[in-house]
Structures are given as structure tokens and as C-alpha cells.
């Protein structure tokens, strides 16, 4: 059954406090301090939202799909490992052009056409990489994938965040994540699958552009928030005012300051000083997380004795925590603060890596790599929020500037890891993973609502407490 149809509509400049279409009316400014929040609102999934959350599970089927093909392709192309892995080097290419372009796009064209744009130059060179027999045709391909694909998760972050509010919207961005996830578990299959049939591993990854197809011909009607570009002033203005009206009841002067230079600088490039802390959260994530995907299973050839087959099935098992978490995720993201949730995740995480790191068994590799999983699980989507919060309503140039940093960590961290096991051993090479786990703590304690004192009368001085 189809979810109702509904049309998004941009907050209006003349009521800042209505939270937009499919939040909730707590959604319209941020919850009471406290760790817990109290009366945990619904998450409203309309037809924009499932528009929303099978855009994020088409690309989730391509992300998990362009791994394990890329070997695959080498072997068809008859070239070595380190060529066949300058495709993931182009897929990083293509992240650094979307942040270097910012917001443009979308305040040029709208999310809407931007975001199908952006499907229709991921699907252009999926089958430039799967469906031609040339390298330099391949690696066209490949940073085509990653403009196209750093797009979709950059607009579809943005989107979901902007039509359910501040409070409800990273339980939202959480369920997307797990919906991708579980899709995206298929897609390994299908690319083995596919290969072991005799078609070749090519069907299976050209089925990408097929469902892209289809989802935009059931949801081709349907609007999300900023579709247009005229919708993306109001809702940065109304984002805006929010803010500073939760700074006036919370007395959080910071707050409300931050808001009104927001509003006057709207139109630059420039993003505050604890945006950058956030971005920093997102590179120390996904640096951790393109490390344990690339090398967790030479890790576990050497400790655990697995053989190299067994040893790269060991990516299911943090795929599986991936899903778990995300969707369990969605539903603590609606009942505890982000900074909590996000601290937990952060240790959960580090357990798992321990795990792994300490572990000469297959089981507790496997298990630790599951738990490592659901750590990163809920961190991701966590991260993106707090980067588009601490931009003060000016979403979709923080989506874009985080996919710089995206880039930048998928590109440079696992190489460096290698570097590291060339000059020791792989299992010395791990121990730059807690340091990127560490780092984040800072950046979360840094990145929150700026606390200043409020002025009270001399009798009765107090701090005032932020978000």
C-alpha cells in the first residue's frame, strides 16, 4: 500500500515556529535540557518521507555493491589490485567535487530537480563503470558515482532533517541509514550471485539505475522540503528564527546572536566555528569506518587464522550491526539527547574495535566486528545532524561541506593505514583507530550550542543552561 500523498511545504516566514510538514509539534524547537526527553514525540512517515527513505536504500544498494565489484572489475579489465582501487580513489574524487561546490546546486535549481539530477549522474556512471570494457571509461565512471553519490546523501540528509524538525529528525535520518543498510545487504549477494550464475557481476550492479528508475516513476510527483529554490530561502529564514527564539526561552544569548548573524550572512559561504567541530566528528567516523572496511580482513587473516575468502565475509557482520543499530537507532534518537546517544555509540564502538583488535578467534572477531557495527551505526546520521544544527538553518551548504570532509577521510585514512602496515604489521597499523575514536570526543563537547552566562541581577547570578 502506498503512504498517503502529501505536499511538502516550506515553514512559513510568518509563523517561524511552525516546524514544516511531518514533524510533530514538538519538533519546533529544541527539547528542555536533560538527557532523556520527556514525552518522546512520533515520528510522521508521509509519502515524502518513504520518498526520502527508498532514495537513501537505492543508494545504499550501490554503496555496498560498488565494494566488492571493484576486485571483480579488475579482473575483467586485467589490471592490478592497485589500479582496480583507483576506482574507489575516483568514487572519493567525485565526493570532493560536491563539497567544493556547496550549496549551489540546490539554491540554483531547488532539492527537488537537484536531487533527481543528482540520481540521473549516479545512475550515468554506474553504467559507465559496469557496462564498458576501457579503464579510463571505468574510472570516468567511478567519479561520476561519487559526484552523483555525495549529492543523494548530502540532499536526502538535508531534506529529512527539514521536514521533520529538529527534535524528530535524527530519529528519521537514523531510520533512512537502517533502511539503506538492510537494503544494502542484498546487494553483496547479488553481485556474488550474479557472478556465480554465469551472468557475470555486471547485472547485479547495473540493477541500480533500474531501481532509481522506478522510484522516480511511482514518486515522481511527490515534493520534499526547498523542491524548489524559492522554498530554500524561507526555510533557512524560518530555521533561523527558530534558533534564536530557543535561544530567548532557554536565555541562551549565544543562541539567538548566532541566529541573527546568520540571517545577515545567509547568502556567504561561511559556516561557525563549531560547524567545523562537527565536521570534524564526521571525519573521525568515517575515517574509522573506510579503515575496518578495507582492512578488517587482513587483520583477521593474521590474527584469526581465517582464510582469505572467510576473511572478507567479515564485512556482513558490521553490515549487520549497521542495520540493527540504525533502525533500533531511529527510536532512541527520538527519546535521548544526541550528545548522549552519540557517546554511547562512541564507546560501543570502541568495545567492538577492542574486540576485534585483541581477539585470535574467528567468533569474537565476528562479534566484535558486529558491535563495532552497531557503534557506527547511529553515529553517521547523528553527526549530519549535528553538523546541519550547528549551521544555523543553512543545511544544504553543511551537507555539502561535510561531504568534503567525507572525501577527504574515505581517501587518505585507510591508505594511511596501509602505509602503516607496510612499515610494521597490520595488527601495529589498528592502533591509529582508537585515536580517531578519541578524537571525536572533543569535537563532540566542542560542536554543541554555544553556553554564555545571561545577565541576572547581582543578588541571584547564574549560568544559563544551552541545548
Known amino acids: 500500500m502506498n503512504p498517503p500523498d502529501t505536499t511538502a511545504q516550506a515553514a512559513s516566514p510568518a509563523n517561524p515556529a511552525d516546524p514544516g510538514l511531518g514533524a510533530t509539534p514538538a519538533a519546533a524547537a529544541a527539547p528542555a535540557a536533560g538527557q532523556v526527553r520527556p514525552g518522546a514525540p512520533r515520528l510522521v512517515r508521509d509519502r515524502a518521507t518513504w520518498l526520502l527513505y527508498l532514495q537513501s536504500a537505492v543508494f545504499a544498494y550501490f554503496l555496498y555493491a560498488f565494494g566488492p565489484s ?231 587473516e593474521d590474527r584469526a587464522g581465517l582464510s582469505e575468502g572467510a576473511a572478507a565475509t567479515a564485512m556482513t557482520a558490521v553490515v549487520a550491526g549497521l542495520c540493527a543499530g540504525r533502525l533500533a537507532g531511529g527510536r532512541l534518537a527520538l527519546r535521548f539527547r544526541l550528545a548522549a546517544l552519540y557517546s554511547v555509540a562512541l564507546a560501543v564502538n570502541l568495545a567492538g574495535f577492542a574486540a576485534v583488535w585483541l581477539s585470535t578467534t574467528a567468533w569474537l572477531s565476528f562479534l566484535g566486528l558486529f558491535v563495532a557495527g552497531l557503534g557506527m551505526s547511529v553515529q553517521f546520521p547523528l553527526a549530519v545532524v549535528r553538523t546541519i544544527e550547528a549551521a544555523d538553518g543553512r543545511s544544504d551548504l553543511a551537507t555539502s561541506r561535510t561531504a568534503l570532509g567525507t572525501a577527504l577521510a574515505a581517501g587518505s585514512a585507510p591508505f594511511l593505514l596501509g602505509l602503516l602496515a607496510d612499515a610494521s604489521d597490520t595488527w601495529t597499523a589498528f592502533a591509529m583507530i582508537p585515536v580517531f575514536l578519541l578524537l571525536a570526543v572533543p569535537a563532540l563537547l566542542l560542536s554543541g550550542r554555544p553556553r554564555t552566562a545571561v545577565t541576572t541581577p547581582r543578588t541571584n547570578p547564574s549560568p544559563a543552561r544551552g541545548t
Not at 532539492?111 to 571505468?138: D, K
Not at 529538529?166 to 539503506?180: D, M
Open 70 to 300: 571493484a576486485a571483480l572489475l579488475g579482473d575483467d579489465l586485467g589490471v592490478s589490485r592497485a589500479v582496480a582501487g583507483l576506482h574507489s580513489t575516483g568514487y572519493a574524487v567525485g565526493g570532493l567535487v560536491v563539497g567544493l561546490l556547496g550549496s549551489r546546486p540546490v539554491r540554483r535549481f531547488g532539492r527537488g530537480p537537484a536531487l533527481w539530477g543528482s540520481f540521473a549522474i549516479l545512475a550515468a556512471g554506474i553504467v559507465l563503470y559496469a557496462a564498458t570494457p576501457w579503464l579510463a571509461l571505468t574510472l570516468t565512471g567511478s567519479v561520476l558515482c561519487g559526484v552523483g553519490g555525495f549529492a543523494v546523501v548530502n540532499i536526502v540528509a538535508a531534506a529529512v532533517v527539514d521536514h521533520h524538525g529538529p527534535v524528530v529528525g535524527p530519529g528519521a535520518l537514523s531510520e533512512a541509514h537502517g533502511i539503506g543498510a538492510a537494503v544494502g545487504m542484498a546487494a553483496p549477494l547479488a553481485i556474488g550471485g550474479a557472478q556465480a550464475s554465469g551472468l557475470g557481476w555486471r547485472y547485479g550492479m547495473l540493477a541500480a539505475p533500474v531501481l532509481i528508475a522506478l522510484v522516480y516513476l511511482v514518486f515522481r510527483s511527490t515534493r520534499i522540503p526547498g523542491h524548489h529554490r524559492d522554498d530554500i530561502a524561507a526555510l533557512e529564514a524560518a530555521a533561523a528564527e527558530r534558533a534564536e527564539a530557543a535561544g530567548r526561552r532557554t536565555g541562551d544569548t549565544g543562541s539567538a546572536a548566532s541566529a541573527s548573524v546568520t540571517a545577515a550572512a545567509r547568502s556567504s559561504d561561511r559556516l561557525p566555528a563549531r560547524y567545523w567541530w562537527a565536521w570534524l566528528l564526521i571525519v573521525s567516523l568515517v575515517a574509522v569506518e573506510f579503515s575496518l572496511s578495507l582492512w578488517s580482513a587482513d587483520l583477521l
